[in-house]
């Protein structure tokens, strides 16, 4: 089936790390665009971090110098290694395609 299917998040205290994984398929997975976006209860859905064919990145204000994305394309893989976490980074994580596919979601909490 395809799809897109994230993992790695969890709870973890302020100022600490954790790496998410978004994996594809050959149908899902997309060399020309990838994304995270991220959603916190009450908010709309945000951009977090974007990463393009030729491997040029692009960041959300509130993300940049903390975050930073990467993919493996061989593993149609897409990740996202966040730094210096804070409690306002608590959301659900997303990975999105260039075609509209979203994956189902992992949950990111951050405690003060």
């Known amino acids: 089936q395809a799809q897109l299917a994230e993992s790695g998040g969890g709870l973890v205290q302020a100022g600490g790390s954790l790496r998410l994984t978004c994996v594809g398929s050959?149908?899902?997975?997309?060399?020309?665009?990838m994304a995270w976006y991220r959603q916190a209860p009450g908010k709309e859905r945000e951009f977090v971090a974007g990463?393009?064919?030729?491997?040029?990145?692009k960041y959300g204000d509130s993300v940049k110098g903390r975050f930073t994305i990467s993919r493996d394309i061989r593993a149609n893989t897409v990740y996202l290694q966040m730094t210096s976490l804070k409690p306002e980074d608590t959301a659900m994580y997303y990975c999105?395609?260039?075609?509209?596919?979203w994956g189902q979601g992992t949950q990111v909490t951050v405690s003060s």
């Open positions: 050959t149908l899902t997975f997309s060399v020309r665009a």
């Open positions: 999105k395609n260039d075609r509209g596919s």
């Open positions: 990463i393009v064919g030729g491997g040029d990145t």
